[in-house]
């Protein structure tokens, strides 16, 4: 699944990178421990976080993630979004709490 298909069937917005939403989404991770992520998430994968700042924007292009969403309304910094923008990874949100964002995203990437 892309993240272009994952975000018209979730109906998610995309602050930036709305030109990157071609990129395939191989999994998925669930974590707001920065650490956590750059050790246990592989180059393809969804972030699901409520993390907004600037490092967020950093660990998803070390660990070449696919998309960041960000869960309960939040928004990203205007640093973290310009990072974002830079590394042409898209920052997707959505008002639905983590847990149901996350059984969303594995219900679609896996049927």
Known sequence: MTVKELV???NLTV???A???DKEITGCYVSD???DVMGSTKSGMAWITLQTHKNVAAIGSLKELSCIILVKGFK???DTLQHAIEEEI???GTTDQTFETAGKVYMHINQ
Request: with cysteine; net charge negative; charged share 30%.
């Open 15 to 17: 602050f930036c990178g």
């Open 76 to 78: 990203p910094d205007e």
């Open 8 to 10: 018209e069937k979730m």
């Open 90 to 92: 898209p920052m997707l």
């Open 33 to 35: 421990l920065l650490s």
């Open 19 to 21: 030109d990157n939403l």
